[in-house]
């Protein structure tokens, strides 16, 4: 590390990962978890189900530093811990979706056909595809834990809302594998672009922005369309129209679909995008940061 990192490497990686291999201490974790505030060694050895204090206590001053703190009344989770914690119970790690199951309707329509939509699970994420045209609106890589208890017709409204903080992380330019700063780079499927992915120029897409993690190697990319419905003026003009950005899921705004919009300069950039709302139609023009330059029929 630099001398002006912040960060103080107490464990590698290694080491991390063979100090919660043992179960008893992921139980040691899980508990203090749950607890309201610092739990006493002798409530927590109950708690865990250990018999031998000795062997708890090994376990226990294992985790001491980086995962559980002892304080004067009592052992509390740390952060780390808690981070930990968090991860297993969301099953990336331990779980994966029932492929086999049943698609699920999904209100909407397909933004290119006007066909019906369904949810459908693979192991790692959920789709919302068109049951008629086979086009998918989305297909987010979906922890296992954000479904658990609850009924499958409950699954799109889940995979709306994980959409919606994936692209918050997007936004504020956190990689939400690491939560490395990212790197943000716009291609248009129309321009001569030789560090933009090959099947954009083929794709009816307008463009693309994608999300680029110098550490941890992750790439994450939405439609331009759907990057600018965050923008403060757009989700105004949504508001308006009773439409609350935060809570509606991607494919239900019509003005979505592949093709809409228009790329009238490459230098500068100037992206139209026409987002019709009831019996008002605006136009909002975007720059190369997908800033709004200009509203067209305000």
Not at 51 to 65: A, K
Not at 80 to 107: C, F, H, I, N, Q
Not at 121 to 150: N, Q, Y
Not at 216 to 243: K, T
């Amino acid at each position: 590390m630099s001398d002006d990192d912040p960060r103080t490497e107490r464990l590698t990686a290694d080491a991390a990962f063979s100090l919660v291999s043992d179960e008893t201490r992921f139980a040691i974790l899980r508990e203090l978890q749950r607890a309201d505030g610092p739990m006493a060694f002798s409530a927590l050895r109950e708690a865990v189900g250990v018999d031998d204090p000795g062997r708890f206590n090994y376990h226990l001053g294992e985790l001491r530093g980086q995962f559980v703190a002892k304080r004067d009344d009592g052992y509390a989770i740390l952060p780390p811990g808690k981070r930990l914690v968090g991860a297993v119970l969301a099953g990336g790690y331990t779980s994966a979706l029932d492929a086999d199951m049943d698609p699920v309707p999904v209100e909407g329509e397909c933004l290119d056909c006007g066909g019906d939509l369904e949810a459908v699970f693979r192991d790692h994420g959920v789709g919302i595809d068109c049951t008629e045209c086979a086009a998918s609106v989305t297909s987010p890589d979906v922890p296992p834990g954000l479904l658990a208890g609850s009924d499958a017709d409950a699954v799109p409204g889940l995979v709306g809302r994980w959409n919606h903080i994936q692209f918050a992380a997007n936004d504020a330019g956190v990689c939400r594998n690491c939560y490395h700063e990212t790197e943000r780079t716009l291609h248009l499927a129309d321009a001569e672009d030789d560090d933009a992915p090959e099947w954009l120029a083929d794709s009816d897409l307008l463009g693309m922005v994608f999300h680029d993690c110098p550490r941890c190697g992750g790439r994450f990319n939405v439609a331009v369309q759907a990057a600018v419905l965050s923008h403060p003026r757009v989700a105004a003009y949504h508001y308006e129209h009773g439409i609350d950005v935060r809570e509606t899921p991607t494919w239900q705004y019509d003005w979505l679909g592949t093709g809409r919009g228009t790329v009238e300069s490459h230098d500068p950039v100037r992206i139209a995008l026409p987002i019709p709302l009831g019996d008002e139609r605006r136009t909002f023009v975007f720059d190369a940061d997908l800033d709004v330059g200009d509203v067209r029929g305000e």
